[in-house]
């Protein structure tokens, strides 16, 4: 099964989650697609075994070729190339890799060349096996350093996917391809405000979601109500709990010193494969 985690803001606990059901289950690969922000690692001490850089191809114009006739600026979507009178600026940061301008030059003016964009590492702890992906500082596009974390996913074993926060392109790329998709809120406004716009997003993916309320008993009733109205499971409520915060800021699960927790975990996973289907 491919379980995704996922959660409309960031803070909430979504590597918590992750974390702490990975501990439970034991024998599972974590992929950490929060590329522009992995900590996973930091809660599972992996002993690195490799990794490797991930490149995407950019546009490179032989301006001697180039009659700066704008073919290329007008086909681009993502506004990454510039033609003016004389002038051709390419903007690679914005750059999708799609390869369209380079097909469209009736000069051959444009060739493509590979850049690093970010790091894909991987390493083992116990049982699981973490892979995790680093997006280059000032590289504004995770989508395929996430790709590259994914590219090494072990399918037909449990694989946990700790997506970015938020409801944009990283958390589809990331989410994309799950079973399942557990969105971890807490019980507040803004945790319903940004709950409903993932689960929006999750819902037009065609993926089943349930719920996972961190620091429940601060904030109101508003989430379980919600969740009522649209019919989304609450599968596990994490009280509030200064032990738990303190263990989360040493680096340690908390299922690592609270073994009743690893029940919960276990039992949220079995609850999961219900919703499923086996
Ligand atoms: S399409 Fe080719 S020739 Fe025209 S502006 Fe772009 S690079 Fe230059
Ligand atoms: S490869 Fe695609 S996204 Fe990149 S500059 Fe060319 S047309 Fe734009």
Same mark, same amino acid.
């Given at each position: 099964?491919?379980?995704? #985690? ?53 546009? %490179? ?48 003016? =444009? ?7 970010? %790091?894909?590492?991987?390493? %083992?702890?116990?049982? #699981? ?30 694989? #946990? #996917? ?71 499971? =609450?599968?596990?409520?994490? /009280? ?18 609270? /073994? ?12 999961? %494969? ?5």
């Amino acid at each position: 099964m491919i379980l995704s #985690i996922a959660s409309g803001k960031g803070g909430t606990g979504k590597t918590t989650v992750a974390v702490n059901l990975a501990r439970s289950l034991g024998r599972v690969q974590l992929l950490d697609c929060d590329v522009e922000a992995p900590n996973d690692h930091l809660l599972i001490h992996p002993k690195e075994a490799g990794s490797k850089p991930v490149h995407i191809r950019v546009p %490179r114009v032989l301006e001697e070729r180039c009659n700066y006739c704008g073919k290329c600026s007008e086909f681009c979507n993502f506004n990454a190339i510039f033609v003016a009178q004389g002038k051709i600026l390419i903007f690679s940061e914005l750059c999708h890799s799609c390869g369209g301008c380079s097909k469209v030059c009736p000069r051959k003016a =444009i060739v493509e060349e590979e850049k690093e964009v970010g %790091r894909v590492r991987w390493g %083992r702890s116990r049982d #699981i096996e973490l892979v995790w992906g680093e997006l280059k500082v000032s590289e504004p596009v995770p989508g395929p350093v996430i790709e590259a974390v994914k590219d090494r996913m072990r399918r037909g074993e449990t694989v #946990i #996917i700790d997506a970015a926060p938020g409801a944009s392109c990283p958390v589809v790329d990331a989410v994309y391809g799950s079973d399942f998709c557990l969105l971890v809120t807490e019980p507040t406004p803004f945790g319903l405000h940004d709950l409903k716009m993932i689960v929006e997003v999750i819902k037009i993916m065609g993926i089943p979601v349930g719920v996972v309320v961190n620091r429940a008993g601060i904030g109101d009733r508003g989430v379980y109500d919600y969740c009522e109205k649209e019919g989304i499971p =609450i599968l596990l409520e994490i /009280p509030f709990d200064r032990r738990i915060a303190e263990l989360y800021s040493r680096g340690i699960p908390f299922v690592e010193e609270m /073994p009743e927790w690893r029940e919960r975990f276990l039992s949220l996973f079995e609850k999961i %494969r219900e919703e499923v289907g086996g």
